[in-house]
T-cell receptor
Framework: GAGVSQSPRYKVAKRGQDVALRCDPISGHVSLFWYQQALGQGPEFLTYFQNEAQLDKSGLPSDRFFAERPEGSVSTLKIQRTQQEDSAVYLC????????????FGPGTRLTVL | QKEVEQNSGPLSVPEGAIASLNCTYSDRGSQSFFWYRQYSGKSPELIMFIYSNGDKEDGRFTAQLNKASQYVSLLIRDSQPSDSATYLCAAGGGSQGNLIFGKGTKLSVKP
């Protein structure tokens, strides 16, 4: 596709439910990032993939958060036993080539935990 | 803790004026710097990136970088109401270049 796509665009979950958020990066982009953006804040880094390898997961806030990219393309961010503080917009970004290159963001998934 | 600081604003300028947005960063190891524009309810959209000290111009936008002062700025000339948005400053950090964002500056351009 022409850009990064994410689904669903909106997700409402009851506290304690598990959710799965999908990201489809720009074709050919090796690097994929997940960010979390709370209301009124800048995005915060969660995790990074280079192809299928998860090279950095230092930003994941708890062990309830899990991400995968098994074939080096589509990625899924899973949140188990959701809590109200997980409510945020989850942004996926992809990057081509060198680490100094720009990242292109998808539209995000707005997660609301009731 | 690696941080990027921005004045949250709001910054209000009249149409046609120059808008000046600033940020500072804490990690001297950062090599790349980005300005993203984010409209309400939308995702960040890249405006400019800069790697070297000095100025970089692209149309109405000029990015400035001063690594000695750990300071990055974005100038928007001939501001338009459509420029009204939140502007996010980001520094490339970590060994993989993950972005460290400021909280953003809200810009309002009044007709």
């Amino acid at each position: 596709g022409a850009g990064v796509s994410q689904s669903p665009r909106y997700k409402v979950a009851k506290r304690g439910q598990d959710v799965a958020l999908r990201c489809d990066p720009i074709s050919g982009h090796v690097s994929l990032f997940w960010y979390q953006q709370a209301l009124g804040q800048g995005p915060e880094f969660l995790t990074y993939f280079q192809n299928e390898a998860q090279l950095d997961k230092s930003g994941l806030p708890s062990d309830r958060f899990f991400a995968e990219r098994p074939e080096g393309s589509v990625s899924t961010l899973k949140i188990q036993r959701t809590q109200q503080e997980d409510s945020a917009v989850y942004l996926c970004a992809s990057r081509q080539g060198a680490i100094y290159n720009e990242q292109f963001f998808g539209p995000g998934t707005r997660l609301t935990v009731l | 803790q690696k941080e990027v600081e921005q004045n949250s604003g709001p910054l209000s300028v009249p149409e046609g004026a120059i808008a000046s947005l600033n940020c500072t960063y804490s990690d001297r190891g950062s090599q790349s710097f980005f300005w993203y524009r984010q409209y309400s309810g939308k995702s960040p959209e890249l405006i400019m990136f800069i790697y070297s000290n000095g100025d970089k111009e692209d149309g109405r936008f000029t990015a400035q970088l001063n690594k000695a002062s750990q300071y990055v700025s974005l100038l928007i000339r001939d501001s338009q109401p459509s420029d009204s948005a939140t502007y996010l400053c980001a520094a490339g950090g970590g060994s993989q270049g993950n972005l460290i964002f400021g909280k953003g500056t809200k810009l309002s351009v009044k007709p």
